[in-house]
């Protein structure tokens, strides 16, 4: 991959340090305003890590001279897991606040609001969090970038494990609105595709935190499936897995979960920590790579606290912007669509693209099994798996994002 092509933290100090403002330049060129709207009281356990993992990465920059001598300047604002209180807020950062760009949202409905109000606005909006395929093909628009792995790509990744579970008959358990939805979708799709004899013998669709984990448990023992495809998360899978610890769910049945390895939930388990469950998620204390470990270092030394996955979501949403900004040369909408249509960046994962096809990201995730150790929860028999090779083909994309230019 050539140099010149891909951003990095030093070379952005580089050319911030060679791009000296003019005295008189100073007060209106100082800042590139990054607006970022989040559910932050709502979901709290991935986004104050998530938080933290941007603030880390703005002082970075800022410390290296900035984007063309500009410091990074962060403005958030909590959309209390509402879309339209999501609207409102962006409405406010770019009437009220004059940000340059919108990046954030965490729940799949908010981000899909939010993609709706970039195109109208035709502002460059970054969702670095909400997973549901939509926003990069069915809804998506030229004004639209995702940066982590969608739904579509995570289970993907899992697909090929579950299927070497040889179990014929699964059972789904799964919030109730978009991104369970689409991970569920894809699941049997995939699914089916792999191994045609696969059966899908209970559905149960739970209102996103308020799961009843009885009634829940209760009905997927009643349907006697082999293996169970899990998507709840945050205090619903605690609720599941303690219920379902209880009832003997998981004794004998294979169960591939979406997210459950990451910190953010794992350490909500704690000694209630299945074994042996198939994941994505992040096993930061065990990643070896010289980019991880710097990462590692940084955040620790920063706030005294190991990180979870929302802090490299938000670390590589800086990141993004960061390189985006500097290739654009400046923060004009039109530019920056076109600096992110295949802009490559190194992040504590290795390096990623921003596909031109999609506006797709090809961040990766860790694919391995729980583990309760010492009576707390950890991945093990982990991998990474690049990002890049569990996208669908460029012909499938166009047929998945028919209207976006």
């Known amino acids: 991959m050539p140099s010149t092509r891909r951003a990095s933290l030093a070379a952005l100090a580089a050319l911030a340090l060679a791009t000296p403002l003019l005295p008189g330049q100073a007060h209106a060129q100082s800042v590139y305003k990054i607006g970022e709207i989040n559910s932050y009281k709502a979901q709290p356990a991935f986004l104050e890590p998530y938080k933290k993992g941007m603030e880390l990465a703005i002082e970075q920059v800022n410390a290296g001279g900035g984007v063309q001598g500009k410091k990074l300047q962060l403005v958030t604002r909590d959309d209390n897991g509402n879309p339209g209180d999501a609207v409102r807020a962006a409405e406010e950062l770019l009437a009220r606040e004059k940000v340059d760009v919108l990046t954030g949202t965490f729940l799949s409905h908010v981000g899909l609001a939010m993609t709706d109000f970039a195109r109208q606005k035709k502002v460059f909006f970054l969702a670095a969090e909400p997973l549901t395929d939509k926003i990069v093909w069915e809804n998506g628009n030229r004004y639209t970038f995702r940066l982590r792995p969608s739904t579509y790509m995570q289970v993907a990744m899992l697909v090929p494990d579950a299927v070497q579970l040889r179990k014929k008959r699964w059972a789904l358990v799964y919030p109730n609105y978009e991104y369970g939805q689409s991970a569920v979708a894809t699941f049997k799709a995939l699914m089916k595709a792999a191994q045609p004899d696969v059966e899908f013998v209970a559905e149960q669709a739970t209102p996103l935190g308020k799961v009843d984990a009885g009634s829940v448990v209760q009905a997927l023992q009643d349907a006697k499936p082999d293996a169970i495809f899990n998507v709840l998360f945050a205090a619903d899978l605690a609720k599941f897995v303690r219920e379902g610890n209880t009832r003997g769910l998981f004794q004998g049945r294979g169960v591939v979960s979406l997210l459950s390895g990451e910190p953010e939930y794992l350490d909500t388990l704690k000694s209630e920590t299945p074994d042996g469950w198939i994941v994505t998620g992040y096993p930061w204390q065990a990643i070896q790579t010289p980019e991880h470990k710097a990462f590692l270092d940084a955040y620790q030394k ?104």
């Open 302 to 405: 920063r706030f005294g606290d190991y990180p979870r996955a929302g802090s490299v979501v938000g670390y590589n949403a800086i990141l993004s912007l960061a390189a985006g900004l500097q290739r654009a040369g400046s923060a004009d909408t039109e530019r920056l669509i076109a600096a992110f249509r295949g802009l490559q960046l190194d992040t504590p994962f290795g390096p990623i693209t921003y596909r031109a096809q999609d506006h797709q990201s090809t961040m990766g995730a860790f694919v391995g099994k729980t583990k309760n150790e010492n009576g707390r929860g950890v991945m093990v028999d982990f991998r990474y798996l690049d990002g890049a090779k569990f996208q669908p083909s460029d012909a499938q994309v166009r047929q998945l994002r028919p209207a976006a230019p």
